[in-house]
């Protein structure tokens, strides 16, 4: 199963977010193989925002890209080992023929540490440094590795000690085991009266007997003895062998490798982790531990799988899209699709909204559509088409509108959409620059880059109050999108006329057919369309 995102343009207006909405509810019913999640990648318009809420719905989420993420490749660990663990476990997990390169170690549920062969390669090579290792021994480990039984567990859960083997003649165990002064040792031996006394006298943390198949014939007291005396079942050689490998894993974690986090871009993890020494590193989410990367982890890159909608330009789409995987587009603009690796299903007609677009495609694989699924594509058909208005309009859109008005239980199609463009913001009141891009498309014509905003209100009386602020902001978004030309077009939805503010291009201002009311005000009746009104004109004088 994929997660599949369904996202409209960048800024996204009325028509856009009701489009994705509408169609992960159909593609979720037509497709349960995989899930399909309806997202965002710009904010939500007043008026958007108000009309999902008195609907009821929550809207898509916003997303800020597409590209691919370490959560994408990120392994979470089947199998874990506690720090008190002993390296037995470790090295048991690596004999395995299928296992991860690196295994986490816990401490409850916090994480500590990765282990990986390297660690348990130092590990042995620490045992050939020419130097008498010392252990750090936890006593509950010795038989989790031993096959045995305890006589008695001293008062030191924990200790850190050589190792001796009572195996030589007592006056030179003696002084062997009397020159460790500094960590008394742990001995491993035999059924020795001698060496067992002497180890008692000088309190050594613990004692491990082997050979003592018939019990131990050594009359020996350990009543005064401190310390931890286990009866191992193997011979002194085997048990020698465990007894190093009884060690908690802990021990073994001498290197913090670089945190990633699951939000981190693929290729910079990929970096970090090759730059690095380690075989993995560790993924978290903010300060919660969620799993691992190791260098398998990005011998390939996942791409994210996006359906666009009321789009087909990576231009206009959500960052990362050239990252991503394309699998279906579904418009009613003009084609400027990216080029795609597989055949892919794209339905694009020239209606006056995709979600008349996608209401037909309810009907054509007969699934139901909800009172509340009605109000959503309603909403977009009638945004986009401003209320049946719109040039753009056509018999398809009036007959969905018809359709789901009965379906949505609505009785006056005007009264909904007045009450639905009434919720937009105020232009004298809101932020100039965030109204001027929250719907603002880019355009790369004959040469010239431009940009055209939109905002649709319910009068144009006010626009002198505001229109100095919104042309001086119109230039710092020219600058910004390095444009030659930018435009904001403020539609009155009541009247069916329209507003153009506009940047400072005289040369092709004066080949504009429209009414001119002052410096960089244009009066535009009867225009309520960008798509099939105002981009051809501007199209024109271009040509021109």
Excluded at 224 to 251: C, H, N
Excluded at 427 to 446: C, G, T, V
Aim: glycine content about 6%.
């Amino acid at each position: 199963m994929a997660e599949i995102f369904i996202t409209g343009h960048r800024n996204p207006d009325m028509d856009s977010v009701c489009a994705a909405y509408s169609y992960a509810q159909l593609k979720n019913k037509v497709d349960p193989s995989n899930t399909y999640i309806p997202v965002r990648c710009g904010n939500l318009n007043d008026s958007t925002k108000a009309q999902f809420e008195r609907i009821g719905v929550v809207p898509p989420v916003f997303i800020k890209d597409v590209k691919t993420r370490v959560k994408s490749v990120m392994r979470t660990a089947k199998q874990v080992l506690q720090v008190t663990d002993p390296v037995y476990n470790l090295v048991s997990l690596y004999g395995q023929s299928v296992h991860s390169s690196v295994v986490p170690i816990l401490e409850g549920e916090v994480y500590k540490g990765l282990l990986s062969v390297d660690e348990v390669n130092s590990f042995v090579l620490r045992e050939n440094s020419g130097s008498r290792p010392v252990y750090h021994f936890v006593v509950e480990n010795f038989p989790k590795v031993l096959r045995g039984r305890f006589m008695k567990i001293g008062e030191l859960k924990e200790f850190d000690s050589a190792i001796v083997v009572g195996a030589m003649r007592y006056a030179v165990f003696c002084k062997h085991i009397e020159a460790l002064t500094e960590n008394k040792p742990l001995l491993v031996v035999g059924d020795r009266e001698d060496h067992i006394r002497r180890a008692i006298e000088l309190q050594i943390p613990a004692i491990v007997l082997t050979g003592l198949e018939s019990g131990l014939t050594s009359k020996v007291d350990f009543d005064s003895y401190q310390g931890t005396v286990f009866v191992s079942e193997a011979d002194t050689a085997e048990t020698l062998r465990l007894l190093r490998l009884s060690i908690p894993v802990t021990q073994l974690i001498s290197k913090c490798p670089p945190i990633i986090q699951d939000d981190s871009f693929f290729e910079e993890a990929k970096g970090i982790l090759a730059d690095s020494e380690f075989r993995g590193l560790p993924v978290f989410s903010g300060d919660v531990w969620k799993g691992f990367v190791t260098r398998r982890c990005f011998l390939e890159r996942p791409k994210t799988k996006v359906i666009m909608v009321d789009h087909n330009e990576t231009e206009q789409s959500v960052p990362g899209i050239d990252e991503a995987e394309v699998v279906e587009i579904v418009d009613h603009h003009r084609l400027g699709a990216p080029k795609t690796r597989n055949p892919i299903y794209i339905c694009c007609e020239p209606l006056g909204s995709t979600c008349t677009i996608v209401y037909n495609l309810f009907l054509r694989h007969h699934v139901t559509v909800s009172e509340q699924i009605a109000k959503v594509l309603l909403s977009g058909i009638v945004s986009d088409t401003v209320m049946l208005k719109s040039p753009t309009t056509t018999f398809e859109d009036f007959t969905a509108v018809q359709d789901l008005c009965l379906i949505a239980k609505v009785d006056d199609m005007r009264v909904f959409g007045e009450t639905m463009f009434s919720s937009g913001a105020s232009l004298a009141n809101e932020n100039p620059r965030r109204m001027i891009e929250a719907d603002f498309k880019k355009y790369s014509e004959l040469g010239v880059s431009f940009g055209i905003g939109q905002c649709e209100v319910t009068t144009l009386s006010d626009v002198d109050d505001y229109k100095e602020r919104y042309i001086s902001q119109l230039e710092e978004v020219r600058k910004n999108y390095r444009l030659d030309w930018a435009m904001f077009l403020i539609t009155d939805v009541v009247k069916e006329n329209s507003i153009l503010l506009l940047t400072s291009m005289p040369i092709l201002e004066r080949k504009l057919s429209y009414v001119k009311e002052s410096d960089g005000k244009y009066f535009l009746p009867g225009v309520l369309s960008r798509k099939k009104q105002l981009l051809p004109e501007v199209l024109r004088v271009l040509e021109e």
